[in-house]
């Protein structure tokens, strides 16, 4: 949600944080905030909009050499300069920014202001600056120590104090905070694409942790204020992965990328010499595997549809019962952990509050459950009981598109897995391997489509709604259409199993509702043919996804894309293509700000 950046070191602060909080814009941009120490004094510097409305404010004389930075999403309080972060105690002699919810912010705003504290903004955040001042006594990390037990809700902080200006004190609960650890300089961001231009050394904190930095040195410590050893970890992501590339936007950029990032999500897991798939993060025994009687997958959002997905294949390779669940639910019924059942968290970010709340009600029921995330280091990896990761490299855009096939591409792996150990015969793990190797090359040539589906998305881009239409494996995908469209143009659309319209949605139908229609070469096409003749019966517009070389389609519907013919279960990879396609022209064509589209933030750390 917020970005989160600090530095402490010998270069100029301001100019760091600014190009630390531009590349942390993704995940939150209705404001922004600087502090640095400078003259013996505070400076703040606030303002809504986007980092470049921040950069205007900041003056270029500024030289001092540590500081921190904000880019907000907005939780409490509205989007105003004053509800901006960085927030000051009473005096301006410390400042703060925080990424979480304080849930006991009235409590506490309550008492403070009962002892003479006033408070400036509207935000749950300003009453962290007030706590850990009213314990201040010449030792900020001290004063950090006694405050943050009295916090309830999640918070990744950090804080700087006029009287210490060369130290950053930071804390983490609930939400990620990590350390950048340079030569003669120390980061601190809430990930890590804020200091990857600097250091790819870094050391993640725990949850109950808090850091003391300085420039050369950095200390931690157990909530029990035990001195805690940490490790330093290498990033593998390249500086490059986090630029546009000559793109116009990430969004463009990511959808491009995909048989590439499929690649990466494969790489080394083909076992050609025993026909099945090598995992290497499951921690779990080939006895182990062969004991799974059920999966369950958790996830939210684009990684649920992905999760749905994930059922058919499983289920289908493997014949092992497979469900798939929206992880705020799940953590909220009290779920039932059956023996011999093995739950997948799926979360691009590795960071979504909804899906790691649901894991560690798992986790606190002994339950058995596998990370599949992209971001290394993230929390959900981390506290999962093994796990895969995609490989996608860094996914910016906040609408997320290479990360679905990634992880499509992994549960594919996984299918096979467990199928080779159960009834799938030498010959046909072979297949299932051929149709994945083949897979990047048949993505490169749904993309090839793009010129078409821009056209297309000039003719109906004007639609009010949108109904997105698919069967079986692809259905998933039909709701994954929809959720790209609405969240980038604003069109509000629907995606819908095609067999289910006719008990409800079809009453949206007349000229001016289209309506997407995915007809893979399968088993289910004819019955998507009546289906997609019911719609053209009430005057519905069609654009029908067919496999190349189904021409009957051409004189149903209105418009036809075509991806290439494939095995049934791998439609899914190309059928998603032209519908990403499709949303990013229809959004460029009304003019929207695509990967930073109103109201949304790339990872969503607060329930
Ligand atoms: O990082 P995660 O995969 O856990 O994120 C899940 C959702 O928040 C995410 O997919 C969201 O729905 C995207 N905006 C979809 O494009």
């Known amino acids: 949600m917020c970005g989160i950046v600090g530095y402490c070191g010998a270069r100029r602060a301001s100019e760091i944080l600014l190009e630390g909080l531009r590349r942390l814009e993704y995940r939150g ?3 922004a905030g600087l502090c640095v120490p400078e003259d013996r004094r505070l ?15 900041v003056p270029d004389t500024l030289t001092a050499t540590s500081g921190i930075g904000h ?10 300069d004053e509800n901006a972060h960085p927030h000051a105690d009473c005096g301006g002699d410390l400042a703060v920014v925080h990424n979480g919810i304080i849930e006991n912010y009235s409590v506490l705003k309550a008492k403070l202001e009962s002892e003479g504290h006033s408070f400036r903004s509207t935000t749950d955040s300003e009453v962290i600056a007030h706590l850990i001042s009213s314990f201040y006594d010449g030792d900020l990390e001290r004063a950090v120590k006694d405050a943050t ?40 961001a809430s990930d890590v694409t804020a200091v990857l231009a600097h250091t790819k050394q870094v050391v993640y904190l725990e949850d109950g942790e808090i850091v003391s930095v300085s420039a050369d040195e950095y200390r931690t410590t157990d909530p029990s204020d035990r001195p805690v050893e940490k490790k330093i970890e290498h990033i593998g992501w390249e500086l490059e992965e986090i630029e546009k590339g000559g793109f116009p936007t990430f969004m463009e950029k990511e959808i491009f990328e995909q048989p590439r990032s499929i690649e990466r999500a494969l790489r ?84 979504t509050a909804d899906t790691l709340y649901a894991l560690r009600e798992l986790k606190r029921k002994v339950a058995t459950v596998l990370g599949i995330c992209n971001v290394v280091g993230s929390t959900i ?91 079986g494996v692809n259905y998933p995908v039909a709701l994954e259409g929809a959720l790209k469209l609405k969240e980038i143009s604003y069109i509000h659309a ?28 399968d088993r289910l096409r004819d019955k998507i043919i009546s289906n997609m003749k019911e719609v053209k019966a009430r005057q519905g517009k ?37 519908l990403q396609l499709f949303s990013y022209y229809c959004a460029r064509e009304l003019g929207r700000n695509v990967d930073q589209p109103r109201n949304l933030a790339k990872s969503v750390t607060v329930e």
């Not at 519907?557 to 190309?574: C, E, G, Q, S, W």
Request: hydrophobic share 40%.
């Open 29 to 31: 941009y209705d404001s």
């Open 43 to 57: 400076r703040i510097f606030k303002k809504c909009g986007r980092i470049r409305d921040l950069r205007r404010i």
């Open 71 to 80: 880019t907000r999403w907005a939780t409490h309080g509205e989007v105003t």
């Open 149 to 188: 037990p009295l916090l309830k809700g999640t918070y990744g902080i950090v804080c700087i104090h006029r009287a210490e200006p060369g130290r950053l004190v930071g804390a983490r609960n609930g939400s990620p905070l990590v350390l950048g650890v340079g030569d003669g300089e120390v980061f601190l």
């Open 268 to 351: 080394g897991r083909l076992d050609r010499t025993n026909a099945t798939a090598h995992l290497g993060g499951l921690n779990l025994s080939g006895k182990q595997l062969l004991d799974i009687e059920r999966v369950k997958i958790v996830a939210t959002g684009t990684s649920y549809h992905a999760g749905l997905v994930g059922t058919y294949l499983l289920e289908s390779i493997s014949r092992i019962p497979c469900t798939a669940e929206l992880s705020s639910e799940v953590r909220y019924r009290n779920p039932i952990v059956e023996r011999n059942t093995l739950y997948f968290v799926l979360s691009q970010s590795g960071e």
């Open 381 to 471: 990896a981390r506290e999962s009981d093994g796990g895969v990761y995609i490989h996608s490299g860094p996914e910016i855009a906040v609408a997320s598109t290479k990360a679905f096939t990634s992880q499509l591409s992994v549960l594919y792996l996984f299918s096979l897995l467990m199928g080779r150990m159960r009834h799938l015969s030498f010959e046909q793990g072979a297949e299932v391997l051929e149709r994945l190797e083949e897979t990047p090359e048949l993505v490169a040539k749904a993309l090839d489509q793009h010129a078409h589906i821009r056209s297309l998305a000039r003719k109906y881009s004007g639609a009010r709604d949108f109904l997105f239409l698919g069967r």
């Open 494 to 521: 629907e995606g819908y199993s095609a067999a289910e319209i006719k008990h409800g949605p079809i009453a949206l139908i007349n000229e001016t509702t289209p309506s997407m229609f995915l007809v893979p070469n």
């Open 542 to 578: 069609v654009i029908a996804v067919v496999a190349d070389g189904d021409e009957e389609i051409g004189e149903i519907a209105d418009d036809v894309i075509t991806v290439p013919n494939t095995h049934r279960l791998m439609y899914p990879f190309l059928m998603v293509v032209p």
